[in-house]
């Protein structure tokens, strides 16, 4: 199993230089503020384990998407600073990645001591994972530590091109996203129950498709809905739709009716004449969206039905807000699933993005077993699909 992987805690990292690539692709204002610093808090345990047993750690990261260039909008400076504030530490910022400044600050650098490299994808290298950028890279450290979830599906040089040149083992954050969500998808408490939503239909078919004949029911929310209601003869208005993927969620009911696994949708849906908070709105039928309206939530009665299936469960993954929950007018359905999914006795397993936003916006998050920090991740892990960044690592 993937998720038997060394981490920080089966290796030596005593005295040694240890290269941690965090995800410290925080959200900032205009005027680069970090809005929610959740993502550097999680570093900390993995960093303080590795400065109290006597490393040097030198931490790198990617900020947003300055394709290549040195673009200092996403210059990782102010997340040294706070990281620094949270970690009563000085962190010393190099200008670059490999370049004079990352040399001079990482052969100097002493146990207990923090550097953090410049952004890595100023350099084109970092998203290529060329070798020489790789190996530069690692030439700074004795031991890669990746503690970088969210950015584990992802082959770049800082996620698994520098497992080439240096002994490769998982964070403790890593360490748990595997061991919880690994340990749930391998053998499963029934009656287990997946909760789909979101938008985007087309990178949850293929989860979809894995939970069928492993999980009891299929909920079915949000945007996602209204294809299945499209490829089942339902009439969606003017809601969100993804036409090309008709076909492939009709195979879908099909081929869940043979193995058993119930796919329920919406009973009731929110409309609205607008994607926005200030239309007009109202619940109808699901399936019956009329003309110009589109469907923005699930309405009361899915609420209400869901919950109880929610109640009998032992296991749940959720994945993907019910509605547009970031307008307040149509955040009662996730909210409704939320705290359903928070009161449940089960295994709970939020897999990251929005349906996570949405547990946290609302205190749940410790209601809950595990909240994952990987989006597109945690997706590709539920699915079972091999993560290169976490391959790369060394086996237990
Ligand atoms: P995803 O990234 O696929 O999980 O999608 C999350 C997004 O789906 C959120 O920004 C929601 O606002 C959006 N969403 C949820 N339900 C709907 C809906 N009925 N119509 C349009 N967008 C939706």
């Given at each position: 199993?993937?998720?038997?992987?060394?981490?920080?805690?089966?290796?030596?990292?005593?005295?040694?230089?240890?290269?941690?690539?965090?995800?410290?692709?925080?959200?900032?204002?205009?005027?680069?503020?970090?809005?929610?610093?959740?993502?550097?808090?999680?570093?900390?345990?993995?960093?303080?384990?590795?400065?109290?047993?006597?490393?040097?750690?030198?931490?790198?990261?990617?900020?947003?998407?300055?394709?290549?260039?040195r673009?200092?909008?996403?210059?990782?400076?102010?997340?040294?600073?706070?990281?620094?504030?949270?970690?009563?530490r000085?962190?010393?910022?190099?200008?670059?990645?490999?370049?004079?400044?990352?040399?001079?600050?990482?052969?100097?650098?002493?146990?207990?001591?923090?550097?953090?490299?410049?952004?890595?994808?100023?350099?084109?290298?970092?998203?290529?994972?060329?070798?020489?950028?790789?190996?530069?890279?690692?030439?700074?450290?004795?031991?890669?530590?990746?503690?970088?979830?969210?950015?584990?599906?992802?082959?770049?040089?800082?996620?698994?091109?520098?497992?080439?040149?240096?002994?490769?083992?998982?964070?403790?954050?890593?360490?748990?996203?595997?061991?919880?969500?690994?340990?749930a998808?391998?053998?499963?408490?029934?009656?287990?129950?997946?909760?789909?939503?979101?938008?985007?239909?087309?990178?949850?078919?293929?989860?979809?498709?894995?939970?069928?004949?492993?999980?009891?029911?299929?909920?079915?929310?949000?945007?996602?809905?209204?294809?299945?209601?499209?490829?089942m003869?339902?009439?969606?208005?003017?809601?969100?739709?993804?036409?090309?993927?008709?076909?492939?969620?009709?195979?879908l009911?099909?081929?869940?009716?043979?193995?058993?696994?119930?796919?329920?949708?919406?009973?009731?849906?929110?409309v609205?004449d607008t994607?926005?908070?200030?239309g007009?709105?109202?619940?109808?039928?699901?399936?019956?969206?009329p003309?110009?309206?589109?469907?923005m939530?699930?309405?009361p009665?899915?609420?209400?039905?869901?919950?109880?299936?929610?109640?009998?469960?032992?296991?749940?993954?959720?994945?993907?807000?019910?509605?547009?929950?970031?307008?307040?007018?149509?955040?009662?359905?996730?909210?409704?699933?939320?705290?359903?999914?928070?009161?449940?006795?089960?295994?709970?397993?939020?897999?990251?993005?929005?349906?996570?936003?949405a547990?946290?916006?609302?205190?749940?998050?410790?209601?809950?077993?595990?909240?994952?920090t990987?989006?597109?991740?945690?997706?590709?892990?539920?699915?079972?699909?091999?993560?290169?960044?976490?391959a790369?690592l060394?086996d237990?």
């Open positions: 199993m993937d998720y038997m992987k060394k981490s920080v805690k089966d290796v030596d990292v005593k005295g040694k230089k240890v290269l941690l690539r965090c995800d410290f692709n925080v959200p900032q204002d205009a005027d680069g503020n970090i809005t929610d610093d959740k993502r550097i808090r999680e570093a900390l345990p993995t960093l303080r384990y590795l400065l109290d047993e006597g490393a040097a750690v030198i931490v790198c990261s990617h900020l947003g998407r300055p394709k290549g260039e673009k200092m909008k996403y210059t990782l400076t102010p997340v040294a600073k706070h990281l620094s504030e949270l970690l009563g000085e962190v010393s910022m190099s200008f670059d990645i490999t370049g004079p400044d990352a040399l001079r600050l990482c052969s100097e650098i002493k146990p207990g001591q923090v550097v953090m490299l410049e952004n890595l994808r100023f350099d084109p290298g970092e998203e290529k994972c060329d070798s020489e950028f790789s190996k530069k890279l690692s030439s700074f450290a004795d031991i890669y530590v990746n503690d970088a979830f969210g950015a584990a599906h992802r082959a770049h040089a800082s996620i698994v091109g520098v497992a080439e040149y240096l002994p490769a083992v998982s964070g403790l954050l890593i360490e748990k996203e595997l061991r919880v969500m690994g340990g998808m391998e053998n499963p408490e029934h009656p287990f129950i997946a909760i789909m939503g979101g938008a985007k239909v087309s990178d949850k078919l293929g989860l979809i498709g894995s939970f069928i004949g492993k999980c009891d029911a299929i909920l079915i929310v949000g945007g996602m809905a209204y294809t299945f209601f499209k490829a003869g339902g009439s969606i208005g003017s809601s969100i739709c993804d036409d090309k993927s008709l076909e492939l969620v009709k195979d009911m099909a081929h869940a009716e043979e193995k058993g696994t119930k796919i329920y949708l919406p009973l009731d849906t929110v609205s994607f926005s908070n200030d007009n709105f109202e619940t109808v039928e699901a399936g019956h969206v003309g110009t309206f589109m469907g939530d699930i309405g009665k899915t609420v209400e039905k869901y919950g109880e299936i929610i109640k009998s469960a032992k296991t749940i993954v959720w994945n993907g807000p019910a509605g547009v929950f970031e307008m307040p007018n149509f955040s009662r359905g996730t909210e409704g699933i939320a705290r359903a999914v928070a009161e449940s006795e089960a295994v709970s397993i939020i897999g990251g993005g929005d349906s996570a936003a547990i946290e916006k609302l205190g749940l998050e410790n209601k809950v077993t595990h909240v994952s990987g989006g597109g991740a945690a997706i590709e892990f539920l699915e079972g699909l091999e993560l290169p960044g976490i790369c060394l237990k």
